[in-house]
């Protein structure tokens, strides 16, 4: 089978093994084929996925010494990343390598993407150095030019309504909201993809439900109606942080830098604005935790934190895995044996279905934005979280 080239996959696999005795490269590929055939069902299998051009050629590099033998496995794939983290994960539980007695563990999951990323950034830059050392005279109009091409093909319209937006806000876990077209261009200049404007002070449906499920910042200009937009969006949407244009300008003028220092400098919206946090209609039942369990799961809460990931946890209270934030809604169904769920990020009602299909008892976010009928989903407040 030809190896598949770096045009070809997505991730690359790669994990340390060490066996007691000495072994040859076709041992340690005999067992990653060998020892995991079966676990992962036909879709996972690696000699079906290497026959489908989903995985590529396997890899192994190896040295002995002492009577041992160490090296590293290396994996390539075409299929997502949660899958090629299973594919991870089962490797791991490979205890034997030829006769030998042998350990694996994953050393890291890495995206080749980034290497192209880099290619073109790189590439790019000096096509653009060498377009302005050729007609210098013509820079400021050509850099003008450039951007206004640049943010017009990535707008985009999103929902019924047809709202301007940057490419990337449906797949961001975080979204920027702002007031309108004029500021959604301006956002896109400058490299904000996840932007989308309201095209007024009516706050239109599509962007009171990706509020719901997506961590939200409302940007706003530096005005009495950029508080007055705040104040209109709590009827109905949910904002996580507010940020605002320095007083008396507008989004729309903002350089990358002004546009920058306005966001770090974003804060939540009971600071912003005491007392405006909608209340629920209904009040929430009182959740009676064990006191062990409570304190595991801020510990792994503690954790997950700035990670965009989520832990998945068994009854005895081990992390069974990792996975990102964006993939637990997809990945949740084909997991078993996982009790509670800790994600850094909100818990949705696409989510809360998941963990019922998979039966989990427990799923703990930072917002919890959904219910469920056997599922227990709970905040880091409840947990006790501060």
Known sequence: MAKIGPASFKYVLKAKFEAE?????????GAVFGQTEGLLGEELDLREA?????IGRIEVESTSSNGKTTGTIIIPTSLD???TALIGAAIETIDRIGPSKATIRVESLED??????EYITKRASELLGTALSKNATDTTEMLQKLYEDVRQKELTEYGPEKLPAGPDIEDSDEIIVVEGRADVLNMLKHGFTNVIGMNGTTIPKSVVDLSKRKVTTLFVDGDRGGD???NAFMQNGHIDYVAKAPAGTEVEELSKKEINQALRAKIPLEEYAPGMRRESKE????ISLPDEFKQKMLSFVNDIIGTRGAFLINDKYEIL????????ESSLPNLES????????????EIAKSAEEAEIKYVIGNRVAASSSSVVLLSYEDLGYR
């Open 228 to 230: 007055m937009i705040v």
């Open 338 to 349: 996982t009790y509670a769920v800790v994600l850094d990020g909100v818990i949705t009602d």
């Open 283 to 286: 009040e929430k039942p009182q």
């Open 21 to 29: 005795s000495l072994v040859e490269k076709p041992d340690v590929i």
């Open 81 to 83: 990343i949660a899958e």
């Open 321 to 328: 895995g990792k996975i990102p934030y964006k993939e637990v």
């Open 50 to 54: 290497q026959k489908n051009g989903k």
């Open 112 to 117: 080749v993407r980034v290497t192209k990323r």
